[in-house]
Nanobody
Framework: QVQLVESGGGLVQAGGSLRLSCVAS????????MNWYRQAPGKQRELVAA???????NYADSVKDRFTISRDDAKNTVYLQMNSLKPEDTGIYYC???????????WGQGTQVTVSS
């Protein structure tokens, strides 16, 4: 059974920081690209950051230079360090595991991030 369990969300003032974690089980973690998505109220889910099995990273323009994605393969965990948070970063953040070669795609339950102005 595949599980992605996010943690680390919460309420923070603008300019603050949060670190999200996502622990994966039931998958061969090292094979997967790991992604963080977010969904703001009334908006579509969007890709925030991605890290491939080889460690290459990609970021949405809106979070470049503020967010950092990383992974610890020994712990089956992906992180999202979020600095200089803005109210527009508010939303539910979802962890995603993606293995396109086998059309495998899994989601966590999400963690709420609220940034107050």
């Amino acid at each position: 059974q595949v599980q992605l369990v996010e943690s680390g969300g919460g309420l923070v003032q603008a300019g603050g920081s949060l670190r999200l974690s996502c622990v994966a089980s039931g998958i061969t973690f090292t094979m997967y690209t790991m992604n963080w998505y977010r969904q703001a109220p009334g908006k579509q889910r969007e890709l925030v950051a991605a890290i491939t099995s080889g460690g290459s990273t990609n970021y949405a323009d809106s979070v470049k230079d503020r967010f950092t994605i990383s992974r610890d393969d020994a712990k089956n965990t992906v992180y999202l360090q979020m600095n200089s948070l803005k109210p527009e970063d508010t939303g539910i953040y979802y962890c995603n595991a993606d293995l396109r070669a086998l059309l495998l795609h899994y989601w966590g339950q999400g963690t709420q991030v609220t940034v107050s102005s």
